[in-house]
């Protein structure tokens, strides 16, 4: 089974499933299940690295890791949140398409840049923001294969995690916790001070003060008398 951390094939251009992917063919209809509604094949599996498939044949890939291939413009793409857990997208424009943010696979040549333009893909030429270098994850290896030692697809482990105690995050849910800790111990506390100022100061024993150590009586309310409400006054009769 093929790491998730990216292992990569010959010469590191990329872990041994992305050729396949990028080349494989994508909204045909299913050899297995072409008389289903859906029978078209947009599917791949980063496991098996074989060809597309379609929905109906995701139960001979259980436990395998599986990305859907969706159209854009014609163009085949793939969502952020289902590719960048297995490979490295930097360097490559995003779009946002339907509210959910996607990369193309393969390149899509522009033969003529739109005015103003100051960036392009350095493979194809498309129009690009600024702080792109490619329009489509085709492009970065082919950038990768012009032998940029800067360029891969390798996953970096993060390290502002703990694996024992899950970062920051276990920090935030242990915040409230300390808060009622502190609220409780600063009621102790105002119990203590109030007791020994009505001792004006006298002395007693380790035993005398742990069996005399209770929090302050609170005074009596009376809440029948502050539930009560003023009745609508009536005049006597005549």
């Known amino acids: 089974m093929v790491s998730p951390y990216g ?31 859906k029978s078209e094949c ?18 001979y890939h259980r436990d395998h890791r599986v990305v859907q291939i969706r159209r854009s413009s014609y163009h085949n793409v793939v969502r ?25 696979l393969n390149e899509r040549p522009q033969p003529r840049p739109g005015k103003g333009v100051t960036n392009t893909c350095e493979i194809c030429c498309r129009s690009l923001l600024d702080s792109f270098r490619f329009c489509s994850l085709g492009c970065k290896l082919g950038g990768m294969k012009r ?7 390798a996953l970096k482990l993060k390290q502002n995690r703990d694996p024992f105690f899950g970062g920051s995050e276990s920090d935030d849910s242990s915040t409230p916790k300390k808060i009622r800790r502190t609220y409780a ?54």
């Open 147 to 153: 032998g940029d030692p800067d360029l891969t697809f």
């Open 185 to 238: 111990f600063n009621r102790l506390m105002d119990g203590l001070s109030i007791y020994s100022s009505n001792n004006d100061g006298a002395e007693s024993s380790g035993d005398d003060a742990a069996t005399n150590i209770s929090p302050a009586t609170l005074p009596n309310f009376n809440h029948r008398n502050a539930r009560r409400r003023k009745g609508i006054p009536h005049r006597a009769p005549f």
């Open 80 to 104: 952020v949140n289902e590719i960048q857990k297995y490979i490295d997208i930097s360097c490559v424009q995003t779009y946002i398409i339907n509210s959910a943010k996607i990369v193309f």
């Open 42 to 59: 947009n599917m791949f599996c980063l496991d098996c690295m074989g060809s597309a498939f379609c929905s109906s044949c995701l139960i």
């Open 7 to 37: 292992k990569m094939g010959n010469h590191e251009m990329g872990p041994p499933w992305l050729i396949p992917m990028l080349s494989a063919s994508y909204f045909i209809p299913c050899a297995v299940h072409g008389e289903s509604n």
